[in-house]
């Protein structure tokens, strides 16, 4: 069995270098799929490790590596996300983004500094695993798609047979070090909702004489909102909210068409099925009796996040053994945020988890969100993410 003492000594003699990887990352944040900087500074820290090593094109900055044990076993794999947000960063740090308008917000270059980490601990226990392990790093996570690229590229089969398990690792504001999941729905999915309703414009001053779309796109976030609460059960629930309109671009005219959008999360594919069935049906009619039509576009940005129910546990007590349990607690919800990993556990079992990393004068409860401007992450929990990370694949190729 892997020894968890020396694997967290392992890992605490990488802290001062995993950190220095991780303030250079956020320093020189990149979005998007095209993440040439980010890619060169994952494939500098990975040199020298006997991976195998696969890269994608100028436009794809994905790194697909094995670490390939002495000996044939089954394939594990290990995924983070390398992506920044177009926000602007306001921490006051000093290593804080040198980019106008871009930002580590949302923990990306801890995950990739972690799983770097990782590799490094499992490049040096090669000789004593019966397997391999594969290291995902994606690209366009926050864009949508990443994954689903990836996995096009056969990163699932990266080792030779496809990988038997998949585990992937985000930070979040809560106790600094204590890892959390659940069997089941981790995450929500996301959609898009957007409906346009088009009238007849005119001068603000004669409506009589148009047909006026915004009290039609008025009544139906009034509609979305109530059909939130009352079409879906209190235990499969939705999330709902609408964040765009638009009408006329000047004050005193009436527009030809107006316009809302907005984002929803959903915990079953049952909610999905209701959404894309009943909702062009409610804004078609709001739309009609105001004398207007509507146009409704409904698409499913990121999948339901599923963990196997036997690789969540499988998680929790590895993790509880490597750090003590105390760090490793089930999850009593799922978040109602989504993660693109949910294409990668709807084609092979795994989980994905969440890791507190509240710096210590910060209470977790009034911690700024991912993907705020002012969002930070205790760089400290690294050291103890690589650990876990690595230790999540030896339970799969590790020493029996």
Do not use: W
């Not at 921490?91 to 799983?115: E, F």
Request: proline share 7%.
């Amino acid at each position: 069995m892997t020894d968890p003492a020396a694997l967290r000594a392992d890992a605490r003699s990488l802290q001062p270098e995993l950190v220095r990887l991780r303030r250079a990352l956020h320093a020189h944040p990149e979005a998007g799929f095209a993440l040439p900087r980010t890619q060169r500074a994952v494939r500098d820290a990975l040199d020298g490790l006997g991976l195998e090593m696969q890269t994608g094109p100028e436009e794809f900055s994905s790194i697909t590596a094995v670490v390939r044990g002495a000996r044939p076993g089954p394939a594990v794999l290990l995924r983070a996300d390398m992506d920044a947000l177009r926000v602007q960063e306001r921490t006051g740090l000093p290593y804080a983004s040198d980019v106008d308008g871009l930002m580590h917000a949302c923990g990306h270059d801890l995950h990739t500094a972690g799983l770097v980490g990782a590799a490094r601990l499992l490049a040096a226990r090669r000789e004593r695993m019966a397997g391999s392990v594969v290291l995902m790093f994606e690209p366009g996570e926050e864009a949508g798609g990443g994954a689903l690229r990836m996995i096009r590229e056969g990163v699932l089969d990266a080792a030779g047979p496809r990988v038997e398990a998949a585990y992937g690792v985000h930070v979040l504001p809560g106790p600094a070090g204590v890892f959390s999941t659940r069997g089941g729905t981790i995450m929500a999915g996301a959609c898009a909702l957007e409906i346009v309703v088009e009238g007849r414009g005119g001068h603000g001053s004669r409506p009589q004489q148009a047909i006026d779309p915004v009290p039609a796109v008025a009544q139906i976030v009034l509609a979305l909102h109530a059909f939130a609460t009352r079409r879906f059960p209190t235990f499969d629930p939705i999330a709902l909210s609408v964040t765009k309109l638009a009408g006329s671009e000047i004050i005193n005219a009436i527009p030809d068409t107006a316009s809302l959008g907005a984002t929803v999360r959903i915990l079953s594919d049952r909610s999905r099925e209701v959404l894309e069935r009943e909702l062009p049906d409610l804004a078609h009619g709001i739309a009609a009796a105001h004398g207007c039509s509507a146009r409704v576009s409904f698409r499913t940005v990121y999948p339901v996040t599923v963990n196997d129910e036997t690789c969540a546990e499988r998680a929790l007590a590895t993790i509880g053994g490597l750090l003590g349990t105390e760090r490793a607690v089930p999850a009593a919800e799922p978040s109602m945020a989504s993660e693109d990993f949910s294409a990668v556990l709807a084609e092979v079992p795994g989980a994905f988890l969440f890791l507190g990393a509240t710096p210590e004068d910060i209470d977790p409860d009034e911690a700024e969100m991912n993907h705020s401007p002012r969002a930070l992450f205790d760089d400290g929990v690294l050291a103890d993410q690589a650990a876990a990370l690595a230790a999540l694949a030896l339970a799969h190729v590790g020493p029996r």
